[in-house]
């Protein structure tokens, strides 16, 4: 067998001088920066201008992890120039996504004669407008598909206007480039606050993105980040933290509360200092908690019907669950799934997620089924739409008919060989140096193959497998018990490395997530 050295750049098609630039330290240098774009120049000199004549500033954010983000980066901004900006994140439930003609209204009649938003507001072309006629002007810095008309916005932050190299980028990324424009300096907690946008909005962790993920583990690693070691017990941060520990719990509140609650967030995160700190952090682990639980029950409750291209689920969770149940179903089925739940704002209507893969396009499919919907967004394999409760029969047979003539492309991923003499500190490290980790460069799964059954060991109930190789090395398959694996005399133990820490010491587990 190959090195595993050998076998990791076969796997990733890179080659020796590819890893060796993959192992240099990060460096800001390696993330373009936005400096000399006109609408960025533009967008510094209006907030500076309205600074200069003590305008009344509104930031208009988003519910989820990357609108908390974007917006309490440029909170945090305003605070380290020592100017009151106003902040404002919308409910899912009372207000939906992005700026309504109803909240443009309030803030026309609040005074504010500057809105800055942040992931949304390239698709708000009336409310915009009706700014425009009331003297009000808008700085927009978002990164969704940009419409065919754009609104009349003073200048317009988007990746695509920037020509932002080759992969997507998140609200929060462009926020924190935005931020070392006004503060003149990158802020390492702003650059942290654009990691998690990154990670939590599902951007490719490839280039740009893969440097400023780098950059933040960095920091978090090797400085004092209080408002963000708050939300984990660990001490050790990796990719897998951030995506599997704390973002959860700045989504949840965004999901689970059904007033403007969500707006804590903003002061949480865009004042390390505020008193109110271990409350707000306690709120988003306790909500979270709850959204699992919630999660959980629903996700065992579905019946799935054999035999039908696309799974179609109506039920009564809240419509910020709906996603997350979609692609729970998703990834236990291998199926397109769409969840609905009644509409918290209109009694007459269903609000749906739709979650999907390669095979499946959701823009295509809301095309398809255009006129039985209100409302729809999203990209290609997730997406949001609402409709009257009467269209539900026609608008499921339409969805049915779209995944038998679509069906989802087989995920085909590549087991790299492993011995278990490899199962060590030492690969790990290797491993490692072929990361960060996420959306678009997934962590790499090996396989160990013929063991003989008989010599692995088990939990005291004797329900998950747990074999320690030494060396706080252990082999660990959570619900992978004796009476399942004993009999097949030898087995193909695939899985991936993880490192934890227990008892402030270092342990590392090959988790075993299929055995045959």
């Given at each position: ?34 400096d000399d774009d006109l609408a960025v120049k533009m967008a510094r000199d209006r907030i500076e201008e ?64 500057l809105v800055i938003l942040v992931d949304n507001g390239v698709s708000c072309l009336e409310p915009i ?228 893969r390669q095979g499946f396009d959701f823009p295509s499919f809301a095309s398809f089924a255009s006129s ?145």
């Amino acid at each position: 067998m190959v090195s595993l050295k050998a076998r990791l750049l076969h796997h990733y098609e890179l080659n020796e001088a590819d890893l060796a630039s993959f192992c240099l330290p990060p460096t800001l240098d390696s993330i373009p920066k936005i400096d000399d774009d006109l609408a960025v120049k533009m967008a510094r000199d209006r907030i500076e201008e309205a600074i200069a004549h003590q305008e009344k500033i509104l930031i208009y954010g988003d519910y989820d992890c990357d609108g908390v983000m974007a917006t309490s980066i440029l909170s945090y901004c305003f605070r380290k120039k020592s100017y009151p900006a106003a902040t404002f994140i919308p409910s899912r439930y009372i207000d939906g996504y992005g700026l309504t003609m109803e909240n443009a209204k309030r803030i026309a009649t609040a005074g504010y004669s500057l809105v800055i938003l942040v992931d949304n507001g390239v698709s708000c072309l009336e409310p915009i407008s009706f700014f425009l006629s009331k003297g009000i002007q808008t700085i927009i810095i978002d990164h969704h598909e940009l419409p065919s008309s754009l609104p009349p916005s003073y200048a317009l932050i988007h990746p695509d206007t920037l020509r932002y190299g080759s992969y997507p980028v998140s609200a929060g990324y462009l926020s924190f480039l935005f931020s070392m424009v006004l503060l003149k300096k990158a802020d390492p907690y702003l650059l942290i606050l654009g990691a998690l946008s990154t990670v939590s909005d599902l951007m490719p962790i490839r280039s740009h993105n893969r440097e400023i993920l780098r950059l933040a583990l960095d920091a978090l690693n090797h400085g004092h980040f209080p408002t963000i070691e708050a939300l984990t017990e660990t001490t050790l941060f990796d990719e897998d933290v951030l995506g599997m520990e704390i973002i959860p719990q700045i989504n949840a509140v965004g999901r689970m509360v059904e007033d403007h609650g969500v707006n804590q967030l903003v002061r949480y995160f865009a004042d390390p200092e505020n008193p109110k700190g271990p409350q707000i952090a306690s709120l988003m682990r306790s909500v979270n908690e709850e959204r699992k639980a919630l999660s959980k029950a629903a996700f065992e409750m579905v019946q799935v019907e054999e035999g039908q291209p696309g799974i179609f689920v109506l039920g009564t969770l809240k419509e910020g669950l709906n996603g997350l149940l979609a692609n729970r179903l998703l990834q236990q089925y291998n199926k397109p799934v769409i969840v609905l739940s009644p509409s918290s704002s209109d009694p007459s209507a269903y609000v749906g997620s739709l979650r999907c893969r390669q095979g499946f396009d959701f823009p295509s499919f809301a095309s398809f089924a255009s006129s039985l919907l209100l409302r729809s967004g999203g990209h290609g394999f997730a997406g949001g739409f609402s409709l009257k409760k009467e269209k539900l029969a026609q608008f499921e047979a339409k969805f049915q008919e779209y995944a038998a003539l679509h069906p989802l492309q087989e995920e085909g991923e590549e087991d790299i060989p492993l011995s278990l003499s490899e199962v060590t500190f030492a690969s790990y490290e290797l491993i490692r140096s072929f990361g960060p980790f996420g959306f678009g460069w997934k962590a790499p799964r090996f396989v160990i193959a013929h063991l003989p059954t008989d010599s692995f060991q088990y939990t005291r109930d004797e329900s998950h497998l747990s074999t320690p190789l030494g060396y706080g090395v252990r082999l660990l398959g959570f619900h992978q018990s004796k009476a399942n694996i004993l009999p097949l005399g030898r087995a193909n133990l695939h899985g991936r490395f993880h490192l934890r820490l227990w008892q402030g010491k270092e342990q590392l587990e090959f988790r075993i997530d299929k055995i045959d």
